[in-house]
C-alpha cells in the first residue's frame, strides 16, 4: 500500500517562526521606542524633583538676608529607571553639581542717609565683596535637551541648550526700594547618580539694614558676575536697568543702575560646601558706630558708652579687638561680645575716643574711629520737662554752613571762604516750648571756634541761640544745656583764610592723553596720564568711556593709587566700533577734592 506524504507538521513549524519572527520584532520595537520614551519620562521627573530641591537651596541661601543661620540640603543628582524583566536599561543617569568659580560684586555711589560710621563707610565709595555661584547639570540618557540649572545672586535660571533661558525662581537682589545682597563663599563638587547633601552656613547674618541714597547724577550702581546678561534683564522687570556688560574670564560683569530714590541695603554671606575657591577677607572689622553716647547725665556721674563693630556687610562682628580712650588718658583695648558691641565706662561730660584696626586714633581711617562726648544734663532720675536740640535746619540755613547730620547729635560744616566771613549763628530750641529758660553754651575747643556768649535765654517760641567766630580750620563739639537736657554738634571749619592756615590744594591731573590704538588688528583707544593727590590722600582715579552721540557708558577702569603721584601709559579699551566717537573722562578724587577732564576721541 502507498501512503500519501503529510505536510501538517512543516505548517506548524512554520507558523512557530512567524509567530516568534513577530514576538521579537515587537520586542525590538518596545525597546527602542517605548522604554526609551519611558525613561525620558523619569528624567524629565527627576529634573522636576531636582528643581524644587534646587529651589529649597537657594531660599536657604537668601533667608540669610533674614538672619537665618543655614541648614542642610538635599540633592538628588540622578535618578534610576524601573526594573525590567525582558528589556536592558542604560545605566542610571547622573548629574553634577558644581561651583563657577570666583566672582566679584561691586557697589558704586551708595551713599547712606544720615552720619555716623553707617554715614562715613557708605559714602558714595566703590566697595567690593567676593562671590560666587553653581549650577546643577543633569547627565540623562534620553532627554538630550536637558537644561543646566545656575544659581546666581537670589536668581535661579535654567539654561538650555538652545541659548534661551527661563527663571525658575526671581531674583531679591533688587525688588522696589529693597536691595538685598546676599554673596556665596565656598565650593562645590558633586558627580553622582545618587543623592548629595550640600551645608549652608551662615558667615554673616544680616542684622542691620542701611538707607543709601541714588541720585541722578550719582546713581547706584551694582556689577555683579553672571553667565548670562539676558535674564537680568527680563528678572529686574524694570526695579533697574542693565547699562553696561564686560566679559572677565567665564563671567559677563553686569552693571545694574538704580533708579533715583532711597534704597533699604541689607546684606549677608553665606558658605556653601568646603572651602572657598578664592580669598574672602569680607567678614572682618570694616566700620565702627557709636549705638549710645551714655547721656544725658550730670556732669562726673558714671555712665556707659557703646559702640558696635560691623563688617562690610553692615553687620555686627564678634572676638575683635577695640581701642578706647577717655578724655585724652591712657589708650585701653577690649573686645567685642557675640553682639558686636564694647561698652565703655565714662563720666558725663567725657570725651570718649574708639577706634579699630590701628594702633592709635589716628591711624583709623574716619569709619574706623569716631569721638563721642558724654552729654551732661539730667540729675535725680525721671523725664525731661523738655528736651534740647540744635536747630540744624535752621543753622544750614546760612550761607556756606551745611549740616549733613541732624540733631540731636548732628554735624555742620563750616566754609569761612563761601560764606566770607568768620562770623556765625548757632541756633537751638526746646521741645517742648520752654519760654524763658536759660541755655548755657560749651566748646571743646576755643582755638578753632569762640563763642559769641556762653548763656542765653528762650524766647517764647523755646528758641535762642549764640554767635560763633571761626579761628582755624579744625573740627569742635558745641553743647547746649538747659534744665536736665542737652545736646552736641560737631563743627568743622574749613577755608580759613590767613598766612598759617591756607586753603589746601586739590587734587590735578598732571597730564592726560587719548590717542586711537595702533595698528594691531584691534579697534580701540589708548590712553595714559599722571596726576597728584595735592595736599589730600588719593580715594580713586577712574578712566571712564563713553559713547559720544548718546552718553552711554561702555567701558571704565578703576585704579586705586598709594603716594601722592600716580601715573599711568598707554593702557587701553579695545573692541570698540571702528570710527566711532567716545569720551573718555579721567577724575581723580583725593580728600582734598576732585578733579576731572574728558578728550573725544574716534577708535581706530
Known sequence: MEFRGDERAVVIQIGAVLLLAALVIAMAGYQATVVPDQNGEIEFNHNQEVHGQLQDL?????????????????????????????????????????????GQVVIENADAMGGGGAGKYWSGATRTVNTTTFAYQPNYNEWDNAPTTIYEHSLLYDAHPTGANTTVAEQVLVDGDEITLVTLAGELQASSSATTSVDVRTVSASTNAVTVESTASNPIRITVPTRSPRIWSSALDGDATIVNNQTTGDYVNTTIELDPGEYELRMARARVGGASSGPTPDTDAEYLVAVDDGGPVPKGEPTTVVAEVRNRHNNPVADTEVRYNVSGGTTSTTTTDGNGRVRIDAEGGDTVGVWINATDFSGATPY????????????????????????????????????????????????????????????MYTDAVADGATVDYAISNTSVIELGSNRSTTDGNGESGTTVTAKENGTVTVYASSGSDGDALEVTVTNVSDDTTPTPSGPRIDSFDVQQLPGNGKVGIRYSFAVSSGDGSFESVRVVLERADDGFEVDREGYTPTGNTFSVNNEKFEGLGTGQEYDVTLVVESTAGQDSETIRQAAG
Open 58 to 102: 537657594r531660599n536657604g541661601i537668601v533667608s540669610t538676608a533674614g538672619g537665618s543661620q543655614g541648614g542642610a540640603y538635599s540633592l538628588t543628582l540622578g535618578t534610576n529607571y524601573p526594573a525590567r524583566a525582558l528589556f536592558v536599561n542604560p545605566a542610571p543617569p547622573s548629574g553634577q553639581l558644581r561651583t563657577l568659580g570666583t
Open 368 to 427: 574706623e574711629r569716631f569721638s563721642i562726648d558724654v552729654r551732661v544734663g539730667g540729675g535725680g532720675g525721671g523725664s525731661n520737662a523738655y528736651d534740647v536740640y540744635w536747630d540744624t535746619s535752621k543753622i544750614a540755613g546760612q550761607n556756606g554752613i551745611s549740616c549733613p547730620d541732624r540733631s540731636p547729635r548732628g554735624s555742620c560744616t563750616f566754609d569761612v571762604g563761601q560764606r566770607g566771613t568768620p562770623d556765625a549763628t548757632l541756633s
